[in-house]
């Protein structure tokens, strides 16, 4: 990607500026090993267990059982309330994992449901009249159907679907939250406005669905281990639903980025090669997912995504990413066993820089560790001939979900900064040739590895 001299001063500066001082420390490896932010308390397993279930005996059963009488099957999502329904160890799954939320430690007056798109359609007047004669005021809200839009935005206006149920009581709410059949996930649209007499009640960032549109993994429902008489329907793998909550908010492709990058390029889509990816996102999700491990899209199938909402065709690899707080011998152990992807080269150490490359149909993916430093993160890049390695280093990131080729994907949420930080404003503008240890604007210095690790930095 071609810039001018001082262009590439600026970003240098921009980068390093900031976090200049922390690479003076950097073969102090284990100082930047399994970074954790304890951003909430430890939870005491038995006294959560104590406070929760009682708040489950309140749950209104008669609402229940009027639903499900009229043939509509809803579940719980309330976050603080499937806790419950979780074992100690499962409970310690998600804190490793770091899985923390305001909704897990305040109760609110709220109660979230999931419903099914069939079964919200099954919310007419005659089941609003039931509630009715039992005290409740009924509200929905509409919202745009993204998955019919098709990049085109005169057609965007005409397309509504109800998405959100609001059943209030005093000065409780039940809130039904539509789950709608998306490709291989499930999809719930933001709740672009929040009925008055919701906020009436509670602030709206109360709510612990709807601030933003969210994408889950496909899931069953069953119903729960709960001994109070009406049951309680739940989905079906608990501990990965909370998991994926935190990283469920879900941003659509940008269509006017598409629109231009076609318009101003003679570009066609590589359909094989889409498929090699849409495999490896599969395969991924099969291996990481028994870990409760997030992983996702970076470097230039990031850019891919953002810029043309798909895959570059003319590049030969796939980028995916793990934090490196989630590695453990276990793991590593069944990464090099695994049969699904045939693992080639394992890069650095777990202290730094670990990476791993595997091939499946001729396709290398790269799923590098990324660590979380005081001011950044960073993955490495390597040069094995020259005993060498660097930094790609990013701004701070959360995690949220998007679509790539079907699939829910995870991506950083502040998607253009990072962009911009690894392929410069210019990122609009396709670049064939590109040298993985020269070209990006986030390069760190070139460092030699320590002479104790000659012999492991890199494993064939």
Known sequence: MKSSFSQRVVFILIIFGIAGFFYLSIPSFEKKYLQTIKEYPHVDYNELQKIVQAEIQQIDLTFLKTLQNSGIQVFLIEPRLLLYFLNEDDLKILEKREVRTKHFYERFNVTSYGIFENSSNSINDNVVSLFEHLGYRYYKENSLDFREIHWDENKSQSLSITSHHFFIKNSTIIHLVVFFNRNTYF???????????????????????????????????????????????????????????????????????????????????????????????????????????????????????????????????????????????????????????????????????????????????????????????????????????????????????????????????????????????????????????????????????????????IVY
């Open 187 to 457: 999809w719930n649209p933001k709740l672009e406005k929040v009925p008055e007499e919701v906020q009436n009640i509670l602030q709206p960032s109360e709510l612990s669905y709807g601030s933003h549109a969210s994408a889950f993994e496909r899931f069953e429902v069953i119903p729960s281990n709960s001994t109070i008489e009406q049951t309680i329907y739940v989905p079906s793998d608990l501990t990965y639903f909370l998991f994926e909550i935190p990283s469920s908010n879900f941003h659509e492709c940008n269509f006017l980025n598409v629109k231009t990058f076609f318009s101003n390029n003679d570009y066609e889509n590589n359909a094989k090669f889409d498929d090699k990816v849409r495999r490896a996102i599969g395969a991924l999700k099969v291996i990481l997912k028994p870990f409760y491990i997030s992983f996702w899209i970076g470097s230039g199938t990031l850019l891919g995504w953002y810029r043309q909402c798909g895959v570059i065709p003319y590049t030969s690899d796939v980028d995916f990413a793990v934090w490196i707080r989630d590695f453990d011998t276990d793991l590593d152990k069944y990464m090099k066993k695994q049969k699904f992807m045939k693992l080639k080269y394992v890069f650095g150490v777990p202290e730094e820089s670990y990476q791993y490359a595997f091939y499946l149909s001729k396709l290398r993916i790269d799923l590098f560790f990324t660590y979380k430093g005081p001011y950044n993160y960073w993955y490495g890049g390597h040069m094995p001939s020259s005993k060498k390695y660097f930094h790609y280093i990013y701004p701070k990131f959360v995690l949220c979900s998007a679509e790539l080729l079907k699939q829910k994907v995870l991506i950083p949420c502040t998607t253009e900064e990072i962009i911009i930080a690894e392929y410069g404003y210019s990122w609009m503008k396709p670049v064939k040739r590109w040298n993985y240890d020269e070209s990006a604007y986030n390069i760190g210095p070139k460092l030699h590895w320590p002479d104790k690790y000659n012999n492991t930095y």
